[in-house]
């Protein structure tokens, strides 16, 4: 099957207003199912490392949907995802859900990688939640976005 979540990463990683917030290449703060971890303390020669491991984008599969009809898979699925955006604080949150936002949407037909994508449809998201990070005083800022996306998908034979 088609790894929908590879073809946004990659996608999301080429997006220069994404990048910008979140690093980029195998640096890119974007992964799947799980906040990356923080870096540890700086190397020799390094001023200081950014022991927030943020902004970030995590990335959530919510429901695959194959389409199908009386003669059986029709090569195509509607998939849900979730997009959450963290950041320090509700304004990094939000730059960064607009920047996630926009990527999604600025072509949402054509080829994401190999994964060829009938439509990208925003189905909304919520605002701002606030969660305490390792049981210690700071804080961190989701903002989430949901997307449908429409896709072709090989027909098992």
Same mark, same amino acid.
């Given at each position: 099957l088609v790894d929908l979540l590879a073809a946004i990463t990659?996608? +999301? @990683? +080429?997006? @220069? *207003?994404? #990048?910008? +917030?979140?690093?980029?290449? $195998?640096?890119?703060? *974007?992964?799947?199912s799980n906040l990356p971890q923080r870096p540890g303390p700086p190397k020799a020669g390094?001023? @200081?490392? $950014? $022991? #927030?491991? +943020?902004?970030a984008i995590v990335l959530h599969e919510i429901s695959t949907g194959p389409e199908s009809q009386l003669s059986g898979s029709a090569g195509t699925s509607g998939d849900r995802v979730q997009i959450d955006c963290y950041a320090v604080d509700p304004a990094g949150a939000g730059a960064l859900r607009e920047a996630v936002r926009w990527s999604m949407l600025a072509s949402p037909r054509g080829y994401w990688g190999t994964l060829f994508v009938q439509s990208c449809v925003h189905e909304g998201g919520s605002g701002d939640k606030v969660f305490a990070v390792d049981g210690s005083d700071r804080h961190l800022s989701r903002r989430i976005l949901e997307f449908v996306i429409q896709h072709e998908e090989p027909i098992p034979v």
């Open positions: 990659e996608r +999301l @990683k +080429l997006s @220069k *207003i994404v #990048t910008d +917030l979140v690093g980029s290449g $195998n640096d890119a703060r *974007i992964t799947q390094q001023q @200081k490392a $950014n $022991n #927030t491991g +943020l902004p």
